[in-house]
């Protein structure tokens, strides 16, 4: 039996600190706290240790600061990891990251619902509340 190459730290980081486009933003015009959700159910990406598509359903709610995310901006941000060798999820941590970014939320949560491959469906989900730190 063949024995496969070793995950390395090559892969393990693949993709986390790419150049992605940035994601605009627009005023909000309410004071008052309200929740966003928006859907992706044709998220794609690459493995970066295979080389194989992943597919899924990125879903992001948000509770808008000052700004809200503009979404044709957000479809390229996204499209841009169509090629990307990155793992799941680092994916969903990278998105949340960059929500955080641009639209210093109230608070937010990604969550990603990929495509069972060998039988096995993975969810993801990773959260951000302003005043509470985050990791990396």
């Known amino acids: 039996m063949k024995k496969n190459k070793a995950y390395t730290d090559e892969h393990a980081a693949a993709g986390v600190d790419a150049e992605l486009p940035a994601i605009?933003?627009?005023?909000?015009?309410?004071?008052?706290?309200?929740e966003i959700e928006i859907t992706n159910p044709e998220f794609t990406s690459v493995c970066p240790k295979t080389g194989l598509p992943d597919?899924?359903?990125?879903?992001?709610?948000?509770?808008?600061?000052?700004?809200?995310?503009?979404l044709k901006s957000l479809k390229m941000?996204?499209?841009?990891?169509r090629n990307l060798g990155i793992f799941q999820e680092n994916i969903v941590n990278k998105f949340l990251g960059d929500v955080v970014k641009y639209a210093d939320p109230v608070r937010a949560t990604v969550i990603g619902d990929f495509t069972p491959r060998g039988g096995i469906a993975t969810v993801i989900r990773a959260s951000y509340e302003r005043g509470k730190k985050r990791g990396r």
């Open 77 to 81: 941000y996204w499209l841009a990891y």
């Open 55 to 70: 597919h899924g359903t990125l879903t992001l709610r948000y509770t808008p600061g000052q700004h809200c995310l503009e």
């Open 24 to 34: 605009e933003c627009w005023p909000s015009q309410y004071s008052e706290e309200y």
